[in-house]
């Protein structure tokens, strides 16, 4: 017997189809799923829907001292990686640590100025958090600390209500009230296993979200780069150049020409680093170098340019001031300070998850993303009680974390003791520092977010992805920040629901000299099987879909009857539901099964249904619609369903 050969290469399909008869076709009895208790079919149920990675599985078998020991490494992973670390490990975590720690001083610095807070919480925020990371953490290269998109976000948010300037103890509170909030929100995920909710996210809609927030961004830093003093606080890019345009008299020409010189330098800088890696460490430096290089600069200066140039100021020296006794738990603006922390935690738990398993996937190892969202969590609860704001993962200092050569998590231990140091010595360097400089390394931290490859990819791919990029991208620019993620949220949602409530069906034929059945459009040589229409559903059948699948696949019947009145073909006497693609079915699809069946018979034609998988067919069979369908309504595969129902139809036929 020949070989049947199905190889598919671009748009073309080649098919050798054997010559002599497929053997004869054995029918295979459709079994019914085994009997279940309903606490047993729940408890399943919830148990793929929660624990899809059985996290308890290291536990079955082992002793109650085993079992205690692999459950504290499972709560603290320092436990799981301290005992086996090594001193040659360390040498290349001390290294990264101090590489990163170059770059996230000055930008924890510049993100605190983002979100409209003191300079000195963003080097408290790169501090304490590291710390609390690094025993709960899974990842070996997350680099945690203040990341810009936050910083942005809660910065306009709590801008919109209370000013920093008018009031800006008040506003302090609502920030390290709102990082509580990110905190509980984010251990709550993780704690709950209900990370899926941070997945209505679509990455088409955060590369239109993160492009139009980092032009926001970028424009609001024309204030420090221009030295304009009254700049607006709004967030849209209407207003911010209107702003710019309104204040050329405040323009600075010594600021704009040191703050063109610096930002020139981080550009090239972060242009070297991406067209060589190896000379990853060139851009890592550079923030810290431009802080150093414009602080003497000014300070040598400073009777000249002084008043041209606005500086840092004095900062306070020593460690975090505790700040739990500043959390606004009452009051009339509690209500912003939870929608700001749950918004700000979305978004900061997306950008951390998603750079861990970057990194970890180059390394070859798993990052267990609940255990990331009680980290983080964890670190943003304690960090609000210790004068910290929203941080996370970032995806430079990671991307330097692990270009540097990082081992461990011990690299982030390194990093929190040289802002340490910083902190408790080297304060009152940072007087004469510059707005301009930081503005500069804000842009050039900002930049890298706008992706135009993956949106021209989107664009390629999936027009409808490009829609809400596009969306996302414009609501950020033109409407607000805010409003901006809301699109992204709801246009995700609505792509999701649009594939639910409208799934796809297709019109299957037989692919000569095999029993395999595709899609007619796809394979042009899958021929019709006279007296059968074989339709595949391709998703669910729910409550959401169920009228939508009843009226397509009528008029499926609908226009197969037309074209066989036209080509005078075989009328349709069989029609074969493909169910192979039907995960789950509820009373209301099934309610539409049934009505559809009837509504086929009062046209002469059989519903024949292939492949039940398991859940639809014991909920086929609870509801008693299987017997109405009989043995010969009910097959393995469409295969099977056309041999077996030819068979009977043309017996006694010469």
């Not at 649009?498 to 042009?524: A, D, E």
């Not at 019947?557 to 539901?577: A, G, P, W």
Request: proline content about 4%.
């Amino acid at each position: 017997m020949g070989v049947n050969t199905n190889r598919v290469a671009g748009q073309e399909t080649t098919l050798k189809i054997q010559t002599d008869s497929l053997p004869p076709l054995e029918i295979h009895r459709v079994c019914l799923p085994p009997n279940k208790t309903g606490f047993e079919r729940l408890r399943h149920r919830l148990s793929e829907i929660f624990f899809p990675d059985d996290p308890l599985h290291r536990l079955k078998n082992q002793t109650l001292s085993k079992k205690f020991i692999l459950s504290l490494q499972y709560l603290f992973p320092i436990f799981q990686w301290g005992p086996t670390y090594s001193l040659s490990l360390l040498k290349s975590d001390v290294i990264s640590g101090l590489t990163i720690a170059s770059l996230a001083i000055p930008q924890g610095i510049s993100y605190a100025k983002l979100a409209n807070l003191p300079a000195i919480i963003g080097l408290y925020s790169s501090f304490v958090p590291p710390l609390i990371y690094s025993i709960l953490g899974s990842s070996r290269h997350l680099a945690v600390g203040p990341v810009s998109i936050a910083s942005l976000v809660m910065g306009s948010m709590l801008e919109e209500t209370v000013s920093h300037l008018e009031d800006p103890v008040l506003y302090l509170q609502l920030a390290f009230t709102a990082t509580f909030f990110a905190g509980v929100f984010q251990a709550s995920l993780g704690l709950l296993r209900l990370g899926f909710i941070i997945d209505f996210l679509s990455k088409a809609t955060l590369v239109g979200f993160m492009a139009g927030a980092a032009i926001i961004v970028s424009l609001q830093q024309l204030k420090g780069l221009l030295g304009i003093a009254h700049f607006t606080t709004k967030m849209q890019i209407v207003p911010v150049m209107s702003s710019v345009l309104h204040h050329r008299k405040e323009w600075s020409w010594q600021t704009i020409v040191m703050g063109m010189c610096f930002l020139i330098f981080l550009l090239a800088t972060r242009h070297i680093s991406m067209r060589k890696p190896k000379l990853f460490w060139v851009s890592a430096a550079a923030p810290l170098t431009s802080v150093i290089l414009s602080t003497v600069l000014v300070f040598f200066l400073r009777e000249h340019v002084i008043n041209h140039i606005p500086t840092i100021g004095n900062l306070q020296q020593g460690l975090n001031p505790p700040s739990a006794n500043m959390l606004y738990f009452h009051g009339p603006y509690l209500s912003l300070a939870i929608k700001t922390g749950i918004i700000t935690g979305i978004l900061s738990l997306t950008e951390g998850i998603a750079v861990g398993r970057t990194f970890a996937s180059l390394k070859n190892y798993q990052v267990d993303g609940n255990k990331e969202m009680m980290a983080i969590g964890m670190m943003n609860m304690a960090g609000s009680c210790s004068s910290c704001y929203v941080t996370s993962g970032s995806f430079s200092r990671s991307a330097v974390n692990y270009n540097a050569g990082a081992q461990s998590v011990v690299s982030n231990i390194v990093m929190a003791a040289t802002v340490l140091v910083t902190l408790l010595f080297l304060m009152p360097l940072f007087k004469y520092t510059p707005n301009l400089v930081l503005a500069a390394i804000i842009i050039t931290a900002v930049i890298g977010l706008i992706d135009y490859q993956s949106a021209f990819n989107l664009w390629k791919v999936d027009k409808l992805d490009c829609l809400a990029c596009l969306c996302a991208f414009f609501g950020v620019l033109f409407i607000s920040v805010q409003i901006g993620l809301a699109i992204a949220i709801g246009i995700s949602i609505f792509k999701i629901l649009l594939h639910v409530t409208r799934p796809n069906t297709v019109l299957l034929g037989n692919i000569p000299g095999t029993q395999i059945y595709q899609n007619l459009i796809r394979y042009g040589d899958a021929k019709r099987v006279p007296y059968f229409l074989i339709l595949g559903i391709e998703s669910p059948i729910y409550f959401a879909n169920s009228t939508y699948l009843q009226e397509r696949i009528l008029r499926w019947v609908r226009e197969e009857e037309e074209r066989i009145q036209v080509n005078k073909d075989c009328s349709i006497k069989f029609l074969i539901l493909d169910m192979t693609a039907v995960t789950a079915i509820d009373t209301s699809g099934i309610e539409a099964i049934s009505e559809l069946k009837k509504m086929l018979e009062k046209r002469s034609i059989k519903l024949v249904l292939a492949n039940p998988v398991i859940e639809v067919m014991e909920k086929l069979h609870r509801s008693t619609i299987l017997e109405s369908f009989g043995m010969d309504g009910l097959y393995l595969t469409v295969g099977e369903a056309v041999a077996a129902i030819s068979l009977s139809l043309f017996k006694g036929q010469p």
